[in-house]
């Protein structure tokens, strides 16, 4: 069960149904999608996704999905799931425009790295950003995390696999 995370400035916790306008409206910003998956997916789609964090991935317990939620409203999505691509877990975090440049980016990988290690025992996080992506990889070399490799994708594009391990300094943001 997807547990409740709190950081300083954000409330991570599982959807509920009253969630997927906002999600829907995330994932069909271009600005987000871009870098999320296949790229942009048509509304129907988005809709189905939503639809199956409930019927496979809550249901199923198969991994942790969070709505990131600023003052109450959602502003965010992240994941941390097992993979097969890096071996290990990763993580998996999206921001709606409208809060971006505030930090909170930081915020949300802080605390999915943290509950990685923390909560399910994990020595290695991975992260797999489009290379294009300046922004996730400067974020993530900021907080600790180094190039691993890149993966030459069918559609010509790169994806960089930076990993981040556990140290000893490692300290939980979460507030809990």
């Known amino acids: 069960m997807t547990p409740t995370l ?14 997927e306008e906002d999600f829907v409206a995330l994932l069909q910003d271009t600005r987000v999608s871009q870098w999320m998956g296949d ?3 048509s509304e129907q789609a988005d ?6 964090i409930f019927t ?5 317990d198969l991994f942790d999905v969070w709505a990131v939620r600023r003052d109450g409203l959602l502003v965010g999505h992240a994941e ?9 877990h990763e993580i998996i975090y999206a921001l709606a425009p409208a809060v971006w ?6 915020e949300v990988a802080e605390a ?3 509950y990685g290690f923390d909560t399910l025992a994990l020595t290695t996080v991975h992260a797999p950003v489009a290379a294009p992506n300046k922004a ?12 691993v490799r890149d993966i030459a994708e069918d559609d010509g594009s790169t994806t960089r696999v930076l990993a981040r391990h556990l140290t000893a300094s490692d300290k939980s943001p979460l507030t809990r």
């Open 6 to 19: 709190r950081t300083e400035r954000l409330l991570l916790e599982p959807y509920g149904p009253e969630d």
């Open 39 to 41: 790229g942009p997916a």
């Open 47 to 52: 809709r189905a996704l939503f639809g199956r």
């Open 56 to 60: 496979k991935v809550y249901a199923q």
């Open 80 to 88: 941390i799931k097992s993979t097969d691509v890096v071996a290990g």
């Open 101 to 106: 440049g505030l930090g909170l980016g930081t």
């Open 112 to 114: 999915i790295v943290a």
């Open 136 to 147: 996730s990889l400067t974020l993530l070399d900021g907080i600790g995390f180094e190039h």
